[in-house]
Each structure stands twice: as C-alpha cells, then as structure tokens.
C-alpha cells in the first residue's frame, strides 16, 4: 500500500525566507501528485497538480518538483510572507485511488 | 460560481443516531470522494464513485454509507455503527479517475461532533 510522509511536521521561518517543504512516497508508480493548502478549519485549496511525466510545476511564488525513481517531491516557496502561514499537504494517485501526507504546518513571522 | 457546497458546517449527534452529510457539485465531475481527516492526520478516504450509480468502499468504509443518485450530489450517512466519528469530513471532486491530469477541489468540509 502507498505511504506519503511530509517531514517535517512543523516549521517556522521569518518573513522573506525561501523554504522548501518534502513529501516522500513508498511507490513510486504513481499517475501524479498534488500540493494542497489547508487554512484552520478549511477544506484543501489545490495549487499545484503534476502529471507522472513531468518533472515540475510553477505557479507564482511556488514551484513544485517530482522525483518519481526516488520517491521525492517538493513544494519551493520563494520570499515567503505571513499569508502562506497554512497546513501544505501533498497527494499521489495510483491507478484509482490518491493517498495523503500528513501535512506541515508552516509559520511565518513577521 | 464553480465549486462543491457541503453542509451543514457543523453537526452535532448523540450516540446511536445518524446522520447525513449533503456535498453538492456544479464542476459536472464524474468522480466523486469523501474523506475523514482527524487532528494531526492526513486525510483517509472513506468511499468514492466514479461514476452515478456506483460507489466503491475506501480505507475506513466501516459505519459509513453512501449514495449516488445524480451526478452532482454524493451524500455520506454517518450510522450507530461508526465508533468514533467525531471528525472534520471532506468532500472531493475530479474529472474522471482515468489517467493522470485529475486535479481533485474540495468543499469547505464539514465538522462533526458526537454528544
């Protein structure tokens, strides 16, 4: 069965820093991954969705890369701000199912 | 607007009822989801369907039941049976589960208590 792992589990960072958030799964045959964004309380905001055959994904400040041989993808936050201060969960898809991290659960301080 | 309603937002039970969930999409997704995501956990699914009429059990189906009438409606009954269902319940959709471009949206979620 797939495993996603989010580590690590809280972080906290000044404003302005780049940060780089990780999501590792245990199969690595999977059809794609999602990074979502969970306020307190709130349902997951998707951001970025990348397919099996691409390697990565950029909306604004963000960029998310896939490593499907080693079972690695990580969310890249450039310049962050108190806004981006939220739970960051990933999510991959086998044939008909998708499997979720944990998240973390980023801070940023003004 | 395009999106996925659930409600209420809060809901209360006393031991031994049950109770209904209400998710409802104007996406026209195929596929439809449901989760149960508990403090500190990821999210666990507990039924999908690809398609109306037809529904398939997730991780944690035990004590949950579904129904699949339109396409634009997927409603979660939590029964007696469920032990511990105090829980935050999402609500998911996508376009169908072939493949890989299936970006899956969320409804706001819906918070369950049990008195």
């Known amino acids: 069965k797939q495993e996603v792992t989010q580590i690590p589990a809280a972080l906290s960072v000044p404003e302005g820093e780049n940060l780089v958030l990780n999501c590792s799964f245990t199969?690595?045959?999977?059809?794609?991954l999602q990074w979502f964004r969970q306020d307190p309380g709130k349902g997951l905001t998707s951001l970025l969705l990348i397919q099996s055959s691409q390697r990565e994904q950029t909306s604004g400040r963000l960029n998310a890369s896939l490593d499907k041989s080693s079972g690695r993808s990580t969310l890249y936050i450039a310049a962050s701000q108190p806004g981006d201060s939220a739970t960051y969960l990933c999510a991959v898809k086998d044939f008909n199912k998708f499997y979720f991290g944990s998240g973390t659960k980023l801070n940023v301080k003004p | 607007d395009g999106g996925i309603t659930q409600s209420p937002k809060y809901l209360f039970r006393k031991e031994g009822q049950n109770v209904t969930l209400s998710c409802e999409q104007n996406l026209n997704h195929d596929a439809m989801y449901w989760y149960r995501q508990d403090p500190g956990q990821g999210l666990r699914l507990i039924y999908y369907s690809q398609i109306v009429n037809d529904f398939q059990k997730g991780d944690i189906a035990e004590g949950y039941s579904v129904s699949r009438e339109k396409k634009e409606s997927f409603p979660l009954t939590v029964t007696s049976a469920q032990k511990n269902p105090t829980a935050f319940y999402l609500c998911?959709?996508?376009?169908?589960?072939?493949?890989?471009?299936?970006?899956?949206?969320f409804g706001p979620g819906t918070r369950l208590t049990v008195l």
């Open positions: 998911a959709s996508s376009i169908p589960l072939a493949g890989d471009f299936n970006e899956q949206f």
């Open positions: 199969d690595s045959a999977i059809y794609n």
